[in-house]
Structures are given as structure tokens and as C-alpha cells.
């Protein structure tokens, strides 16, 4: 794994509306996800998760602080930043594969070439045989198998993904993440990713942020190190096990914190 | 804040649907035999479970002529007054054999048409921008909410003035009485496009103008087919309120025209046709979306 730093997130803070009705999401976020790293965050829910990856991905605007990313400011959306959402977001008119073409088109990648890659990213999320069904013939865990094959086919510098599987059943989930964590060790992705489910982010994190609950800010960061390859199997390592017992104490004073505030 | 804008113009759109009553209005009341044909032609590409509403729909239409022809027949009302069936299929042959039937309609259908497709042309880029931009909302939607609440017909004595009887005054009746609810209907369309696939096409390099064209445009689709084939309702309306104004052909002109000779069977033939042109339009228009939008699961496939 290179060093180099690809996203960096300074004293960000986000205020939403003026003066008496203000609220604000985040406060002094710093962060970073070097070269090839799967950084994971968690956080209590409304900490301003969201928002953070919205401004990362150029969807949001900061109220002050800033993102950089390969050391240089971003401005807007681009797809140079690659996102995933808990809703399914596929254009519901286009079949699995001209989705997936979606970005490249933008690009006016010629015809020929955008279904080449098109199908090569069919075949790493394993939808062979469906390129060309329509969204609304897929299940929900299919879909969200286009939506990542749509954002990787751009290659991206970064991946953000905002619990990208929130929305998927328990079993969907783990095959999903096993799915996720082998394209992962394939094409050696950036990823930025978001969600609460704790297991989920020892699982596939190289490091994890905990974010503390309203306004949000950088609680602790822990490295994630488990040996051998990850996969359901290292949900009872006691290394698995560890890291997810630190990361819940954490969460847990922060609830804590927040029901002695009120 | 945008999210609250778009609600409140989202109800204005919502009644703006409402108020198309002329149109509903009309093809309660005058539509018998046409809608009959129609249900016919359902019935032979039918599902068994729809056949039960469409016996319904039929025996509607068929209570609405059987009490006509004993009204007629029965002469339980003058005939200048209530023509029979048959005096009036008998007008509608004669006037199909001299020619004249046909030039009403054609005049017609061509007004209504120019009228509305500049109307669709001036509303659909305008409504999708105020859907958009709030900046552009704010610097339009009062003079839309206003002119909205104008009723065409008061506007009629104006376009003589200025345009006098040239088929240009017709055209810019049924303009006034489509544009406004339509630049409303399309914001309204517009706005409800799932953000998620706005913000998705984004992220994935899709510039402004790409994000209208391949997925504002699309997304909206079926929502518009729909707001299209409402209006063009609307615009039949407004077209016959131009021709008895002053027009010199056209149905609307040939309806007033029988009034004053007391030709009740003419008026009627006039008002099934406008009926039958209003239904195989609505009918054009829902295989239309069915065409340009395979993709989408339509409320009107379970009617
Ligand atoms: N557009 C907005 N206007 C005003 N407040 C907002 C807006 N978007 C988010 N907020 C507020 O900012 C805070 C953070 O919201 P955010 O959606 O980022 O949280 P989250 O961590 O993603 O929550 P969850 O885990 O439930 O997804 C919330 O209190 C929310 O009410
Ligand atoms: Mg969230």
C-alpha cells in the first residue's frame, strides 16, 4: 500500500440554515484516506455522516474548511469522485448495461469502447446474463450490484459509498461486502465509506473514523488488523472482536453523553 | 429551503390539474356512442379481470342512448329540441358526403394543434427551468399564478382587438388557456425526478445540461405524456370558445352557426365529433407513453 495521501478533509464545518434556527452537522472534521486504503466511518445516526460525504462527493457545500483531494481543493461534483447511496439510484429507462455506460457517455467515450468496460464491470459485480434487464426486473441487492459496476466503470479516484447496503437484508448484506471487499483486493479502489453497522466496518476498514453525535467531529481513529483474508469467518476473531468492542464503547459514551445532556 | 418551494408549487400544479374540469366535463355529457367504440376496441386486447369494469363502462354508455332514443322516439321532447339518433347519424353522412364535415374538422384539429404545440414549446423548457432554479421560480411565478387565474374568455375581446378574426387570434386563445397551467404542471413533473438520480448523475460527470437531457428529461417523461394529454384536452375547449367568437369554419363555428337555424341534429353531430376527436387523441396520447416510456409501471395499465 503506497503512502500517499488521495483525500484529505480539513476543519471542515457545516452549518445548515441562519441565526436562532441553525444547525450545526459538522464541526472541525479532519480526515484522510491515503492511496488504495478502505477508510470506514461510523457515527451515531444524524451526526452528519451524510452530509460530510455530500460535500466530499461536491453535492454539499462546506460552510468553512476544506476537501482536497491529490492535495488540490475540489469544487462541485465530478467523477473523479465516484458515489454510491443507500437508495437505488439507477435510471430506471436504461438497461443494466447502458447504466452502467452511464458516466463513460458523459465522457463521449466512443460506442465500442464504453461497452467493452461496460461489460467488464458486469462481470466483476457477478451480473453476467443481465445486461440487459431493466432496474425494475432486478432485487434490491442486484441493484445496488449495477450502481457500484456504474461508479467503478468511471474509475474513479475515490469511491464514497453512504451505507451503500443499509437498505438490504441481512444475508444480501454479507454477500454484498464479501462482493465489495473482492473487487476491493482486484482493482485496488480508494474507498470512503459510510455506516453503522459496526460489524460491517471492521470488516472491511483498513482504518475506521467514529464520529461523535451532533455537531459531528473526528471522535477517535482506529487501524483495523486482522490477519488472513476477511470474510464472514473473521466476524469471531479475537483481533475482529477487539476492535469492534473499542469502537463500541465509543459509541456507546456518546449515546450516554447525549442522554445525560438532556 | 428549495424543497419547500417546490411543494408549494407542486399544490399549485396539483389544482392546476384540478381545474380541468371543461375538459371532464364535457366527455361526461357527450360522449356516448364514442366511448362505446372505444371500449369495444379495449375489449378484443382486454385481460378477463378488466372485463367486468368494462360491461360497467358499456352498459353506462348504452342507459345514456337507450334514455335518449325513448326521449326522441317517445317524443317526450320536441325534436328542434332533442333530435333523434338517427336524424343525427343521417346529418353526420350527408355532411362526410358534401365535404363539409371533413373541412370543419381539419380547420379544427389544425388550430388546436398550432395552438397547443406552441404552447408545449414555450412551457416545457420554462417549466423544467423553474423546476430547477430558484431564481428563475421567483422572477416568474407570480405573473404565472396571476395570468392562471384569468379566464380565457375574458380575454377574447383583447386578441380581436389586437389580432382581429386571423387564425393567429385562435392560435393565441388556446395558448392563453394552455400555457399557464402547463409551464405549473411541467414544474410540478419536473420537480418530483428522484434527487437521487439527479446527484447520481452528477458524481458521475454528467454537466448541467447533460443532467436535463439524459436524466430530467427521461425521468419526467411519462409524467409529461400525461400533463400533454391533459391539456390538449383543455385546448378543445378553448378552441371552440375561439370559433364561436368569430371564425367563419371550424366545429365550434359550425355548432353556433346551427343555433341560429335551429339545426339540433347539426349541433350534435358538431359535439359527438369534438367527443370522438377528444378520445382518439387521449387514446393516441396514452400509446404514445406507452411507446416513448416502456420502462415505466403506469397507474393507467390497472384502470
Ligand atoms: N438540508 C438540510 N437542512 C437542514 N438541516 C440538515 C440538512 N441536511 C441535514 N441536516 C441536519 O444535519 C444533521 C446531520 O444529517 P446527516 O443526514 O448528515 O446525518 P447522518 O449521520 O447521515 O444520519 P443517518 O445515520 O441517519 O443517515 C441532522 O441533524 C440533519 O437534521
Ligand atoms: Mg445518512
New binding site residues.
Given amino acids: 500500500m503506497s503512502d500517499a495521501v488521495k483525500l484529505s478533509v480539513r476543519n471542515l464545518e457545516r452549518v445548515?440554515?441562519e441565526g436562532g434556527s441553525s444547525?450545526t452537522?459538522l464541526r472541525d472534521v479532519n480526515l484522510e484516506v491515503r492511496e488504495s486504503e478502505f477508510v470506514m466511518i461510523v457515527?451515531p445516526?444524524?451526526?452528519?455522516?451524510?452530509?460530510l460525504i455530500n460535500i466530499i462527493g461536491g453535492l454539499d457545500r462546506q460552510t468553512s474548511g476544506e476537501v482536497l483531494l491529490d492535495g488540490k481543493p475540489i469544487d462541485g461534483p465530478g467523477a473523479d469522485r465516484g458515489m454510491v447511496f443507500q437508495g437505488y439510484s439507477l435510471f430506471p429507462w436504461l438497461t443494466v448495461r447502458k447504466n452502467v455506460e452511464f458516466g463513460l457517455r458523459m465522457k463521449n467515450v466512443p460506442p465500442k469502447e464504453r461497452e467493452e468496460a461496460a461489460m467488464r464491470y458486469i462481470q466483476l459485480v457477478g451480473l453476467e446474463g443481465f445486461e440487459d434487464a431493466l432496474p425494475k426486473q432486478l432485487s434490491g441487492g442486484m441493484k445496488q450490484r449495477v450502481a457500484i459496476a456504474r461508479t467503478l466503470a468511471n474509475e474513479p479516484e475515490v469511491l464514497l459509498m453512504d451505507e451503500p447496503f443499509g437498505a438490504l437484508d441481512a444475508q444480501t448484506r454479507v454477500v454484498m461486502q464479501e462482493l465489495l471487499a473482492g473487487i476491493r483486493r482486484r482493482t485496488s479502489a480508494t474507498i470512503l465509506f459510510i455506516t453503522?453497522d459496526i460489524d460491517e466496518a471492521v470488516l472491511l476498514g483498513d482504518r475506521v473514523y467514529v464520529m461523535s453525535r451532533?455537531p459531528g467531529t473526528v471522535r477517535d481513529v482506529l487501524d483495523v488488523e486482522i490477519p488472513g483474508e476477511r470474510g464472514h469467518n473473521s466476524l469471531v476473531l479475537p483481533e475482529f472482536l477487539e476492535v469492534k468492542k473499542r469502537i463500541m464503547d465509543m459509541l456507546w459514551k456518546e449515546s450516554s453523553d447525549a442522554a445525560m445532556d438532556r | 429551503m428549495s424543497t419547500l418551494e417546490y411543494a408549494s408549487s407542486g399544490s399549485v400544479g396539483v389544482i392546476g390539474k384540478e381545474a380541468g374540469l371543461p375538459e371532464t366535463g364535457m366527455k361526461i355529457e357527450l360522449n356516448g356512442p364514442a366511448a362505446a367504440g372505444k371500449t369495444v376496441n379495449r375489449k378484443s386486447g382486454g385481460e378477463a379481470s378488466g372485463t367486468q369494469k368494462r360491461l360497467l363502462s358499456l352498459l353506462c354508455f348504452a342507459l345514456i342512448i337507450g334514455f335518449w332514443c325513448a326521449a326522441s322516439y317517445g317524443h317526450w321532447v320536441q325534436e328542434v329540441f332533442l333530435p333523434t339518433p338517427t336524424a343525427v347519424l343521417s346529418r353526420i353522412v350527408s355532411m362526410a358526403k358534401d365535404g363539409s364535415l371533413f373541412a370543419h374538422c381539419r380547420e379544427s384539429i389544425a388550430r388546436v394543434m398550432v395552438g397547443w404545440i406552441w404552447s408545449v414549446i414555450v412551457a416545457l423548457p420554462m417549466g423544467m427551468l423553474m423546476a430547477n432554479s430558484k431564481r428563475f421560480s421567483a422572477f416568474v411565478q407570480p405573473i404565472i399564478e396571476f395570468a392562471r387565474y384569468l379566464p380565457v374568455v375574458a380575454l377574447v375581446p383583447l386578441t380581436l382587438l389586437y389580432l382581429g378574426i386571423a387564425e393567429s387570434q385562435k392560435y393565441t386563445i388556446i395558448f392563453l388557456g394552455t400555457f399557464f397551467q402547463l409551464v405549473l404542471m411541467v414544474c410540478d413533473t419536473v420537480s418530483e425526478v428522484d434527487s437521487n438520480m439527479i446527484n447520481a448523475a452528477r458524481t458521475l460527470g454528467a454537466g448541467r445540461f447533460q443532467v436535463y437531457k439524459s436524466v430530467i428529461f427521461p425521468a419526467a417523461l411519462p409524467g409529461l405524456m400525461d400533463d400533454f394529454r391533459l391539456t390538449i384536452g383543455w385546448a378543445w375547449t378553448y378552441l371552440v370558445v375561439a370559433e364561436m367568437v368569430a371564425a367563419s369554419n371550424g366545429l365550434g363555428f359550425m355548432i353556433l352557426r346551427s343555433q341560429r337555424y335551429l339545426a339540433t341534429d347539426t349541433i350534435f353531430a358538431g359535439l359527438i365529433l369534438i367527443g370522438l376527436i377528444g378520445l382518439v387523441t387521449d387514446w393516441i396520447f396514452r400509446i404514445l407513453s406507452r411507446i416513448v416510456a416502456p420502462w415505466q409501471e403506469r397507474l393507467g395499465d390497472r384502470k
Fill in positions: 445548515f440554515g444547525v452537522a457515527g445516526s444524524g451526526c452528519g455522516k451524510t452530509t453503522h451532533r
